[in-house]
């Protein structure tokens, strides 16, 4: 018989963790050994990584998650290598191999197509995706042999470099660094770029770089989180104010403060923005520290500054709490 499962207390966890996926797990298998390993009562992620892709994953525990989607819609860079010369069912190397072509293209075509990819782009999102249509995931259409219409998305590419190319040999192939707008599909891409070329092509390496503010080098590993004690992983986080990089901040008296977590607009001098970070002064009785606490994100329209996602008082003194 089976010994019984150890129940994990869960805990309230408040932060960021940049977590580097591995590959071969999909990002909610990631999300969950993080919860696990953190014993956090709430978590998400801000975007999927497909299982065959690794590198930055922002995890969101506790307050956290209430900004989670200003990252969703943050620009993203990767990494990644296009095979040349052989198509897939997938448009990576999960697929089964339907098409194999000679390459015949030359460096100054493959300059001159990367050229044509730069900018704004159109994308008709591929069948293997989580994208839904009429409440249903294409992936789900694809398993059924089923291929449906998906309207051309417009999406934008900001720089797409070359590292490295090798047109001959038994496996020819680009290296790219792509940073791209949200929505992109690094897969249509790299199967776009190979058609362009002439000779087809699929992903077969990609790894996320960078998302918004965060890059790989700020990442821990899931195998380091897990060596590590409970202490050492609650450091890993950072603040759920990190989120909200690139919002204008506002600071509020304490009377004002309470009134904004209240959900009731004040009035000030503040120019119009639709992207505020409300800060306050700490709770009376508190240990002092280097910073106001964050209260929530805003906006301001003609003077009035209009609550958004708000901490509650029991998020902002388990905060400090753990801060202290």
Not at 97 to 114: A, K, M, S
Not at 251 to 267: K, P
Request: charged residues 25%; proline residues 6%.
């Amino acid at each position: 018989m089976d010994a019984p499962r150890t129940r994990v207390q869960r805990r309230p966890v408040h932060g960021v963790l940049l977590l580097d996926k591995p590959l071969g797990l999909s990002s909610n298998q990631a999300l969950q050994k993080a919860k696990w390993l953190l014993r956090a009562e709430k978590a998400g992620h801000t975007g999927t990584l497909d299982p065959l892709a690794s590198g930055v994953l922002p995890l969101c525990f506790g307050a956290a998650t209430k900004f989670s989607q200003l990252h969703l819609d943050a620009d993203k860079t990767y990494q990644t290598t296009v095979r040349l010369g052989v198509k897939t069912s997938t448009g990576d190397a999960e697929g089964d191999v339907i098409e194999l072509r000679h390459v015949t293209c030359t460096p100054g075509e493959v300059v001159e197509v990367l050229d044509r990819f730069t900018g704004p782009i159109g994308q008709v999102p591929p069948m293997h995706s989580a994208l839904k249509k009429d409440g249903k995931a294409l992936y789900e259409y694809a398993r059924q042999g089923e291929v449906v219409d998906r309207p051309v998305r417009q999406v934008f590419i900001h720089e797409l470099e070359l590292i490295s190319m090798q047109l001959d040999g038994e496996s020819p192939h680009l290296s790219l660094r792509v940073r791209c707008s949200k929505g992109t599909y690094i897969r249509t891409l790299g199967e776009d770029i190979g058609e362009a070329l002439g000779c087809g092509g699929h992903l077969s390496m990609l790894r996320r770089i960078a998302t918004g503010p965060f890059n790989e080098s700020q990442c821990v590993t899931l195998d380091t989180l897990a060596s590590m004690t409970e202490a050492e992983r609650t450091c890993t986080l950072l603040p759920v104010r990190n989120l909200l990089e690139g919002h204008t901040p506002v600071t509020l008296d304490a009377e004002n403060a309470g009134r904004f977590l209240s959900g009731v607009r004040r009035r000030g001098s503040w120019p119009d923005s639709d992207r505020i970070a409300v800060f306050g002064p700490q709770p009376q009785g508190e240990q002092p520290c280097a910073s106001d606490v964050l209260l929530g994100s805003a906006h301001v329209q003609a003077g009035e500054l209009i609550p958004g996602r708000l901490l509650s008082p029991i998020e902002i003194q388990q905060i400090l709490e753990t801060a202290s």
